[in-house]
């Protein structure tokens, strides 16, 4: 089915370790979006990148990097991972306006 | 500084009744409105949407109204339905920025049967 794949779906990880989100869409959609829910708190930006080979900051970029390298992945690290970066990561990737589509999330536990 | 607020948290309504669900904005720039479901594990997906050069916007049940002068978003669902229960976000975007969204905290939706 056509959509925004994102692994993994769960990860626990300790303080300082590092860890890579990938998100993968087969709609072949130029934009491309993290973003990450905390409780209380819509959905905020991190990177987006606005087509292959290009990233930019969202904004909360810190503690984060991301990749581009083909149009259909879009690559989300965290090189030390800290509690504060708790929470469910969304990727989305669109072609218009009006077509913005979400994957189903990765929820990410640091202790 | 949230630039897109949604005040309410929560929301009950009974089945058949009319929910509407309201969101304010404060970035006089944002000229493209949207609603997004969600449901507990799933991301959100796609309602309705708007354009700042329009009052409002209509599909089946949804109805979006916009109040430019007033800052001011809502959406209308007539008639209400258990499978509506969902959280909703209300979103915002400007041309540039690659059309990214600001999106508000969402209220949550509760149809009672």
């Known amino acids: 089915n056509a959509g925004v794949t994102q692994t993994p779906k769960f990860r626990v990880l300790k303080t300082g370790q590092s860890m890579t989100l990938l998100c993968a869409q087969d709609?072949?959609?130029?934009?491309m979006y993290w973003y990450r829910q905390d409780p209380g708190m819509g959905l905020r930006l991190i990177h987006y990148?606005?087509?292959?080979?290009?990233?930019a900051k969202g904004e909360v970029p810190d503690g984060y990097n991301v990749s581009r390298l083909k149009k259909q992945n879009f690559l989300l690290g965290l090189e030390s991972a800290a509690p504060s970066q708790t929470s469910v990561y969304f990727c989305?990737?669109?072609?218009?306006?009006?077509?913005?589509?979400f994957g189903s999330g990765t929820r990410l536990t640091v202790v | 500084d949230q630039q897109v607020k949604q005040n309410s948290p929560s929301l009950s309504v009974q089945e058949g009744r009319i929910s509407i669900l309201n969101c304010d904005y404060t970035?006089?720039?944002?000229?493209?409105f949207l609603w997004y479901k969600k449901y507990p594990a799933e991301g959100p997906t796609f309602l309705i949407s708007?354009?700042?050069?329009?009052d409002k916007n209509e599909d089946g049940r949804f109805t979006v109204f916009l109040n430019k002068s007033a800052k001011h978003l809502s959406l209308h669902i007539v008639p209400s339905q258990p499978g509506d229960s969902a959280v909703y976000f209300c979103?915002?975007?400007?041309?540039?920025?690659?059309?990214?969204?600001?999106f508000g905290s969402g209220t949550q939706l509760t149809v009672l049967p």
């Open positions: 990148s606005v087509g292959e080979g290009t990233t």
């Open positions: 979103a915002a975007s400007s041309s540039g920025s690659a059309r990214q969204l600001t």
């Open positions: 708007i354009s700042s050069i329009k």
């Open positions: 989305a990737s669109r072609q218009s306006v009006y077509g913005y589509t």
């Open positions: 970035n006089s720039m944002f000229d493209y």
């Open positions: 709609m072949n959609h130029e934009y």
